[in-house]
């Protein structure tokens, strides 16, 4: 098949054309804020262009367009999203105001210390906009009192009237019996049919009120902006010539029907990131690697993720925005730290600082020359000459980075230019270090038994920075590093999957339940996938009983016997040991299911990369480039002439179209096979 994977970032918007003789082609174009289509049709045009193609001619001969997204991400953090009101049952309208009393309402730990910034996080919903409806199911999905339809009517007139434009509808145990929920979106429907309505029990059926609530609300705030450009963008694209298949990244793992995406838009939140994830897992699969580390350094942020034993570490209640969403997603810690990411001097500690403010696509950093005056990571990196060009199309002026840092931070700091430029990239990298550090060592988890995968735009000029010192097996760059998640989205699975909290149920009893629940999960996810050649994964959540916390484990195919009883035990208590430590899982205490879930995948196959033959390239020029406050003139590589086996040693750079390596002093880089490169962090 020939492959399309697109990636909008905050500054870049990236674009993957894999062909099927496994050739790679890949395009970049500045991000659009307003009309993100634009700056996709831009991308994939400037791939068209190289290979000498009009956009008509590339696009009518591929079979799969993936997608990653932040346009319902960037909704939620500017809150641009629509205007949301919420029907919830009679006498809990104040569930999203009252929030959690424990975990201290999600608060980054610098804000645990200071008990001023305490507060709660702010929904993107108006207290007004609440609206509670006489009804009442409990625990065991009985309905204890009907639902009033005239007063839901009249919540639902009221609630349009007053100008909302999405309608979230979150009811209790609506996870167990979800008829009143959906009995109110036909009731919506009569009375606005336009309206876009979110239930709790389509988008997050799971026990757990506050949680379902957050999520529903946000669903029902993206929804609407995210299907919009959804449709917008699938309509250009059939207007060029594309027939195939349209799928978006989930956050939570693969790649989803564009339709089914368009229904559960909060799953597209962090779809981008996700897509590194998912090209580090396929990477690690290629070279044999089970633990990495994924790093992307992009315009606006730096985000980490793992990949342990294979599969990407996912959490069950991530948080975006400090709001807790019931769904789960691949796990990506972010910092706003990037390329674009502004340094700037804070009076009040007399120090440097750099980020989390961005200077985004536009205006950008000044060296970019369009209109930006503040100076930023990349800006200091332009002034130490360890990025001379970006792309095709864009001229990097090194005299207008100069001024923005010598106006902003040198001067301030009493401190020359250059000086100024390599504290700014010090401090980003620390802050990048850090962070890779509470990703792994404070999770329990030791940095030597990972490999490190530097990728985004800016990866390849920092790694050989905030790796070091981590104590990682191993640190590889790979060959598509600045459109990594663009190609995560085309080597992503399609998946579509369900998942249902239960009544807590004992595992010895539960063979009946679960047997039902997943025969009744199962048809729903394949039939989103159209049926076909599918593999279907079922799976189980099991805690000690009682405990908050659960591990899920997956089911085989078949009726949920006692067999299957007993060896779901056994493996429960190995993997609780995994987890707690050894002797931890006392064989006595009753384990009991609390949840359900099933995926359907459909595998995309990739073509692995063609190996690059064994030559020894010389370097193309040399340029003067600033190491440790001292400017000498050092070589500049093509990464594209390196072949497998190839070993230079630093200072040096490796430049390709879009980035730029920098090894630094003491350092070498090994060319692999397929074009990836691993940095050698100490000679």
Same mark, same amino acid.
């Given at each position: 098949?020939?492959?399309?994977?697109?990636?909008?970032? $905050?500054?870049?918007?990236?674009?993957?054309?894999?062909?099927?003789?496994?050739?790679?082609?890949?395009?970049?174009?500045?991000?659009?804020?307003?009309?993100?289509?634009?700056?996709?049709?831009?991308?994939?045009?400037?791939?068209?262009?190289?290979?000498?193609?009009?956009?008509?001619?590339?696009?009518?001969? #591929?079979?799969?367009?993936?997608?990653?997204?932040?346009?319902?991400?960037?909704?939620?953090?500017?809150?641009?999203?629509?205007?949301?009101?919420?029907?919830?049952?009679?006498?809990?309208?104040?569930?999203?105001?009252?929030?959690?009393?424990?975990?201290?309402?999600?608060?980054?730990?610098?804000?645990?210390?200071?008990?001023?910034?305490?507060?709660?996080?702010?929904?993107? @919903?108006?207290?007004?906009?609440?609206?509670?409806?006489?009804?009442?199911?409990?625990?065991?999905?009985?309905?204890?009192?009907?639902?009033?339809?005239?007063?839901?009517?009249?919540?639902?007139?009221?609630?349009?009237?007053?100008?909302?434009?999405?309608?979230?509808?979150?009811?209790?145990?609506?996870?167990?019996?979800?008829?009143?929920?959906?009995?109110?979106?036909?009731?919506?429907?009569?009375?606005? =049919?336009?309206?876009?309505?979110?239930?709790?029990?389509?988008?997050?059926?799971?026990? &757990?009120?506050?949680?379902?609530?957050?999520? #529903?609300?946000?669903?029902?705030?993206?929804?609407?902006?995210?299907?919009?450009?959804?449709?917008?963008?699938?309509?250009?694209?059939?207007?060029?010539?594309?027939?195939?298949?349209?799928?978006?990244?989930?956050?939570?793992?693969?790649?989803?029907?564009?339709?089914?995406?368009?229904?559960?838009?909060?799953?597209? @939140?962090?779809?981008?990131?996700?897509?590194?994830?998912?090209?580090?897992?396929? @990477?690690?699969?290629?070279?044999?690697?089970?633990? @990495?580390?994924?790093?992307?350094?992009?315009?606006?942020?730096?985000?980490?993720?793992?990949?342990?034993? *294979?599969?990407?570490?996912?959490?069950?209640?991530?948080?975006?925005?400090?709001?807790?969403?019931?769904?789960?997603?691949?796990?990506?810690?972010?910092?706003?730290?990037?390329?674009?990411?502004?340094?700037?001097? %804070? !009076?009040? +500690? *007399?120090?440097?600082?750099?980020?989390?403010?961005?200077?985004?696509?536009?205006?950008?950093?000044?060296?970019? &020359?369009?209109?930006?005056?503040?100076?930023?990571?990349?800006?200091?990196?332009?002034?130490?000459?360890?990025?001379?060009?970006?792309?095709?199309?864009?001229?990097?002026?090194?005299?207008?980075?100069?001024?923005?840092?010598?106006?902003?931070?040198?001067?301030?700091?009493?401190?020359?230019?250059?000086?100024?430029?390599?504290?700014?990239?010090?401090?980003?990298?620390?802050?990048?270090?850090?962070?890779?550090?509470?990703?792994?060592?404070?999770?329990?988890?030791?940095?030597?038994?990972?490999?490190?995968?530097?990728?985004?735009?800016?990866?390849?000029?920092?790694?050989?920075?905030?790796?070091?010192?981590?104590?990682?097996?191993?640190?590889?760059?790979?060959?598509?590093?600045?459109?990594?998640?663009?190609?995560?989205?085309?080597?992503? %699975?399609?998946?579509?999957?369900?998942?249902?909290?239960?009544?807590?149920?004992?595992?010895?009893?539960?063979? =009946?339940?679960?047997?039902?629940?997943?025969?009744?999960?199962?048809?729903?996810?394949?039939?989103?996938?159209?049926?076909?050649?599918?593999?279907?994964?079922?799976?189980?959540?099991?805690?000690?009983?009682?405990?908050?916390?659960?591990? %899920? +484990?997956?089911?085989?195919? $078949?009726?949920?016997?006692?067999?299957?009883?007993?060896?779901?035990?056994?493996?429960?208590?190995?993997?609780?040991?995994?987890?707690?430590?050894?002797?931890?899982?006392?064989?006595?205490?009753?384990?009991?299911?609390?949840?359900? $879930?099933?995926?359907?995948?459909?595998?995309?196959?990739? !073509?692995?990369?063609?190996?690059?033959?064994?030559?020894?390239?010389?370097?193309?020029?040399?340029? !003067?480039?600033?190491?440790?406050?001292?400017? %000498?003139?050092?070589?500049?590589?093509?990464?594209?002439?390196?072949? *497998?086996?190839?070993?230079?040693?630093?200072?040096?750079?490796?430049?390709?179209?879009?980035?730029?390596?920098?090894?630094?002093?003491?350092?070498?880089?090994?060319?692999?096979?397929?074009?990836?490169?691993?940095?050698?962090?100490?000679?």
């Amino acid at each position: 098949m020939q492959l399309i994977g697109i990636d909008t970032g $905050g500054t870049f918007t990236d674009a993957v054309v894999l062909d099927h003789g496994g050739r790679t082609t890949v395009g970049k174009a500045l991000s659009t804020p307003g009309r993100v289509d634009d700056g996709v049709l831009a991308a994939v045009g400037t791939v068209a262009d190289s290979l000498g193609l009009t956009l008509r001619d590339l696009l009518s001969a #591929t079979d799969v367009l993936a997608h990653g997204t932040t346009v319902g991400l960037n909704a939620l953090l500017t809150r641009s999203g629509a205007r949301v009101g919420l029907l919830t049952t009679a006498g809990f309208e104040s569930t999203p105001a009252i929030a959690k009393a424990t975990k201290l309402h999600h608060l980054p730990e610098e804000d645990l210390r200071a008990p001023s910034r305490w507060r709660k996080p702010d929904l993107p @919903l108006r207290r007004g906009d609440v609206a509670g409806v006489p009804e009442r199911v409990d625990l065991t999905g009985e309905i204890i009192i009907p639902l009033d339809e005239e007063a839901a009517r009249a919540a639902i007139a009221r609630l349009v009237a007053a100008g909302v434009e999405s309608i979230a509808v979150c009811l209790l145990w609506a996870p167990v019996n979800p008829r009143h929920e959906h009995r109110i979106r036909e009731l919506v429907h009569e009375i606005a =049919p336009d309206l876009h309505v979110t239930l709790s029990s389509d988008v997050a059926a799971r026990i &757990g009120e506050y949680e379902r609530t957050c999520t #529903t609300v946000v669903d029902a705030y993206t929804a609407p902006l995210v299907a919009s450009y959804l449709r917008r963008l699938e309509t250009r694209l059939r207007d060029h010539g594309f027939v195939g298949d349209f799928v978006v990244m989930r956050m939570g793992g693969g790649v989803q029907p564009a339709p089914v995406a368009r229904r559960q838009a909060v799953q597209t @939140l962090r779809s981008g990131p996700a897509g590194g994830v998912s090209a580090t897992r396929a @990477l690690g699969a290629r070279l044999g690697h089970a633990n @990495l580390i994924a790093t992307d350094v992009g315009g606006t942020s730096f985000d980490v993720g793992l990949v342990i034993d *294979g599969e990407p570490y996912s959490a069950r209640l991530p948080t975006i925005d400090r709001i807790p969403l019931a769904v789960p997603a691949v796990d990506i810690p972010s910092i706003g730290t990037g390329g674009g990411s502004i340094a700037w001097y %804070d !009076p009040a +500690l *007399g120090t440097l600082r750099v980020g989390p403010q961005s200077a985004a696509a536009r205006p950008g950093p000044a060296c970019y &020359g369009l209109g930006g005056t503040r100076p930023t990571l990349t800006d200091a990196v332009v002034v130490l000459g360890y990025v001379t060009r970006l792309g095709a199309t864009l001229t990097l002026d090194r005299d207008a980075a100069s001024r923005a840092i010598d106006e902003h931070v040198a001067r301030p700091l009493g401190v020359g230019v250059i000086e100024a430029a390599e504290g700014i990239v010090q401090v980003a990298c620390a802050q990048m270090r850090d962070l890779v550090r509470r990703t792994t060592i404070q999770r329990g988890h030791d940095p030597s038994d990972f490999v490190l995968v530097a990728y985004g735009g800016a990866g390849p000029q920092y790694v050989g920075r905030y790796a070091e010192d981590l104590g990682v097996s191993e640190v590889i760059i790979p060959a598509l590093a600045p459109e990594f998640s663009a190609y995560g989205a085309i080597s992503a %699975d399609l998946r579509v999957a369900e998942e249902r909290d239960l009544r807590p149920v004992p595992l010895v009893e539960a063979g =009946p339940p679960v047997g039902a629940a997943l025969a009744e999960l199962e048809p729903e996810v394949v039939a989103q996938l159209g049926g076909g050649h599918l593999t279907v994964r079922r799976s189980v959540g099991l805690r000690f009983y009682r405990q908050l916390q659960r591990i %899920d +484990l997956p089911v085989p195919a $078949g009726p949920v016997d006692a067999d299957v009883i007993e060896d779901l035990l056994a493996r429960f208590h190995k993997a609780y040991e995994l987890v707690v430590g050894p002797g931890s899982a006392p064989p006595d205490t009753p384990v009991e299911v609390v949840a359900v $879930g099933v995926a359907a995948v459909r595998p995309i196959v990739v !073509p692995e990369p063609s190996p690059r033959p064994r030559r020894g390239a010389q370097p193309v020029r040399t340029t !003067p480039t600033w190491f440790s406050g001292q400017a %000498d003139d050092w070589p500049v590589y093509r990464w594209e002439a390196l072949g *497998g086996g190839q070993r230079i040693t630093g200072p040096c750079l490796v430049e390709s179209d879009q980035t730029t390596v920098v090894v630094y002093p003491g350092q070498a880089l090994q060319a692999l096979p397929g074009g990836d490169l691993r940095p050698i962090l100490q000679e």
